[in-house]
């Protein structure tokens, strides 16, 4: 699945995390940025969300409307999620190296 994440010096965190909350309309108070479909794994407001595929992030791990929207449906809070550094030449070269993939289930 094609992501981005952070940019140099507002890296994604990686590791497994839980699922804390979830909003379906939710905006970045320090960028002024859409967060729709806002899945968050760690307390200092990173998540999963739609976003640019293209422009790296603050620190959160943007998805396609059609991603996001799944894994707020599909995950509850309390899931356990992974974040793991990706190889993204598998879907091209407009990703950075260093975007991350996400896994989680919906246990």
Known sequence: MPTTSGRPGHETPVGTF???WKARDDRSRPYNAPMPF???FVGNGIAF?????????????????EAAAKHFET?????RVQVTVWECERFGSHLPRGSRRARGDSR
């Open 38 to 40: 806002s899945t968050y």
């Open 18 to 20: 839980s699922v804390l």
């Open 75 to 79: 995950l509850r809070v309390g899931a």
């Open 49 to 65: 969300h739609e976003g640019s595929l293209v422009e790296q992030s603050h620190g959160c791990v943007h998805l396609s409307r």
